[in-house]
C-alpha cells in the first residue's frame, strides 16, 4: 500500500555534507511524521531526526546544529541535509513515515530500504 523510496547515500570526507531524499507513494490518506533512523555495524538502530506533520522537530543530541531535516510543500517527501559530517555518522539511513492508509482509521509504520553513507576521516 505504501511506498518509501530514499536516494542521496554516498561516500564523503570529514567535513563534508550530503543530503538524503525519501519519497512516500501509494494509497496513503495522510503521512502524520516522518524521520530518519541509521543503524551502524554492531549497533541499534537510533533515531537521528524526526519531523511532525506541523513542522515540529526532533533530532538526537550528536546531530542537533549539524543535521536538517525538512519536508516538501505536499509532505510526502523528507529531506536530511547532513553537515559537518563525521566518521561516526557512518551507518546505513533508513527513511520511516507515519502513515494512514485510505480507508483506514489508525496510522502505522513504514520503512525505505536503506541508504549507505559513509564518512572517512
Not at 506541523?54 to 519536508?71: H, L, M, P
Not at 530500504?113 to 576521516?121: F, I, M, P, R, Y
Amino acid at each position: 500500500q505504501v511506498q518509501l523510496v530514499e536516494s542521496g547515500g554516498g561516500l564523503v570526507q570529514a567535513g563534508g555534507s550530503l543530503r538524503l531524499s525519501c519519497a512516500a507513494s501509494g494509497s496513503i490518506f495522510s503521512i502524520n511524521a516522518m524521520g530518519w533512523y541509521r543503524q551502524a555495524p554492531g549497533k541499534q538502530r537510533e533515531l537521528v531526526a524526526g519531523i511532525t506533520s506541523g513542522g515540529n522537530t526532533d533530532y538526537r543530541e550528536s546531530v542537533k546544529g549539524r543535521f536538517t531535516i525538512s519536508r516538501d510543500g505536499a509532505g510526502n517527501t523528507v529531506y536530511l541535509q547532513m553537515n559537518s559530517l563525521k566518521p561516526e555518522d557512518t551507518a546505513v539511513y533508513y527513511c520511516n513515515a507515519r502513515v494512514v492508509v485510505v480507508g483506514g482509521i489508525h496510522s502505522k509504520d513504514y520503512w525505505g530500504q536503506g541508504t549507505q553513507v559513509t564518512v572517512s576521516s
